[in-house]
């Protein structure tokens, strides 16, 4: 009993009866990478790169990128490291990635849009980041952000194997692609829901909008519908499905997404002893179980409260 209670405090993420959660670092850098690498977590599920060009006046080179991602890399050695293609657009605005002022810029030319109107921008990014896993040997994974079509996902897999990386991932953000995630899924390695964006795009509510935080709640049900959707399809295209929004962070929602099927769970550093342990009290079928209560709630509220009393009765 002592040792099945000390593993649930260390290691990888896995259920009581083993089945295994990845757990990862949401960074933005190298100081967020310095500080993530030390502790224990098995690698990066989103590095948003957008995060070290803010302040960037003209594109940075292949050679200033390549020396910022070695630096974000080395510190976690073989560890996965999956590193999000620039996401900019008119809501997180970089100076050398302009496009012009948008109506909506939340619906606008952001993300991989913007990389399609600026495919230099992205082969740059893309170079830097091949010599930056030569150089360091580490698992290095990039993923496309705001993905909405097939053609969209096949794109970026093209440019990522040109560029000589080894995996293609895309974000699951747009209820588009999470509708239709096995066969967008069907073009590359890998997908990560982006719940914070899954959820804007779902209930219609701006991000940003503070009075419409209840709407922008993960455990609303046509959002969870929308994820339970995204995961059924990664399961038919037989690729794995992560989540990197807001909401992997949540102990009790995490064995909500576990129980859809999810395979990593990637947040802020700090939170990833909680959801390590929340999962390590719970078998497989528990967190199957809990992923029915949560998709037959009415409510957000009741959703939560359903899984918090089924959690506590499996405990
Ligand atoms: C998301 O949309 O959930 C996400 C992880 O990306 P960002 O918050 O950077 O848009
Ligand atoms: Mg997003």
New binding site residues.
Partial sequence: RLAAALSALSGAGRTRDGHSVALLA?IGGIEDAELAGPQDLEGVG?F?T?FVFLSSETAPTVEEQTEIYRRVLAPFGDRRVVV?TL?AGAD?PLAFADLGPEENPALGRRGLRLSQARPELLDAQLEALANAARATGADVRVMA?MVATTGEARWFAERVVAAGLPKSGV?I?VPAAALRAEQVLGEVDFG?????????YTMAAD?MEGELSSLLDPWQPAVLDVIAAAARGAKAAGKPLGV????AGDPLLALVLAGLGITSLSMAPSKVPFVRLALAHHDLADCERLADLALAASSAEAARQAVLSGAAAEL
């Fill in positions: 949401n989103l948003r957008e999000r996401d997180k952000p974000m953000e990560s829901l982006g719940t914070n964006d899954l959820a804007q991000r990197c929004g807001e909401s």
